[in-house]
């Protein structure tokens, strides 16, 4: 249930990793490109701009390799543009190539360093290599620009980061400001729940678990995890819709399987 949340700052993508989230362009200052060299083409923006934009959309339909393709293509043609970076940055860090990325968001941030997605997708970055302490850095200078709008899903990190280090209560407390509206994130809910479920406190994660149906209804596995507390806490008549749910909902999946397992219909 662990995951991270990374940040696109191309408005047509969004990704998320071993979990993510979404991030659309934030405000943030225009891309910059390096001094070009002597015999640059005029139109080289535009065909950069043009592979930019195929790699966007091969990573919504989670071609990640292509992507990172198209994105190195559009380095090429126009070198030393932040944004395009970034982007071969996502790419590897889809591809699970953290070094790589790592070295990505570097050359990004040196080109702006005030790129807050950038230093979120960094921090991200960090997490996945099991460098706690330069990721939570990151995600603190990310939450400190008041100005970002995806400040729950930087709290969601930050939460994941206090969690993999043991500081359970560090955790909690960020894993709560991720869930605050306007935009709540949804795996927080999940870990908020998982951490009561873990100190005994079951009518707790249960109060988390249905916050998240009401946010996420059509999320069937909070109708599961609900189905599955339920169960644990004695109270068949009450799981039972729930665990139904998931059943006619996603027969086929493996919630479906335990789901029909805890209904006797297996």
Do not use: W
Request: with cysteine.
């Amino acid at each position: 249930m662990n995951r991270l949340v990374v940040a696109v700052s191309l408005s047509c993508m969004s990704i998320v990793t071993a979990c993510a989230s979404s991030s659309a362009a934030s405000k943030q200052p225009a891309p910059t490109t390096a001094p070009q060299k002597k015999g640059y083409s005029a139109d080289a923006p535009l065909k950069s701009l043009t592979y930019m934009r195929q790699g966007s959309v091969l990573m919504q339909q989670g071609r990640y390799q292509a992507a990172l393709e198209s994105f190195q293509v559009a380095d090429k043609i126009a070198p030393g543009n932040a944004t395009n970076m970034n982007m071969i940055g996502l790419c590897y860090l889809s591809l699970s190539e953290p070094d790589k990325a790592l070295q990505s968001f570097n050359q990004t941030l040196q080109l702006i360093p005030q790129f807050t997605d950038a230093r979120n997708n960094r921090g991200a970055t960090y997490l996945m290599m099991n460098q706690y302490h330069l990721a939570e850095v990151d995600f603190i200078a990310v939450l400190a620009d008041s100005t970002y709008p995806h400040r729950r899903q930087v709290y969601y990190n930050l939460g994941i980061t206090y969690l993999k280090r043991g500081q359970h209560g560090a955790a909690e407390e960020n894993f709560r400001k991720s869930i605050m509206p306007p935009s709540p994130v949804f795996n927080g809910y999940m870990q908020l729940a998982q951490l009561a479920q873990q100190q005994g406190e079951s009518e707790r994660a249960l109060v988390f678990l249905q916050e998240a149906k009401l946010e996420f209804p059509d999320r069937t596995e909070i109708a599961f995890e609900i189905g599955k507390l339920l169960m644990i806490m004695g109270d068949e008549e009450e799981a039972r819709p729930y665990l139904e749910q998931v059943v006619s909902d996603a027969p086929d999946s493996t919630q479906a399987a335990t789901a029909r397992t805890l209904l006797g219909i297996g």
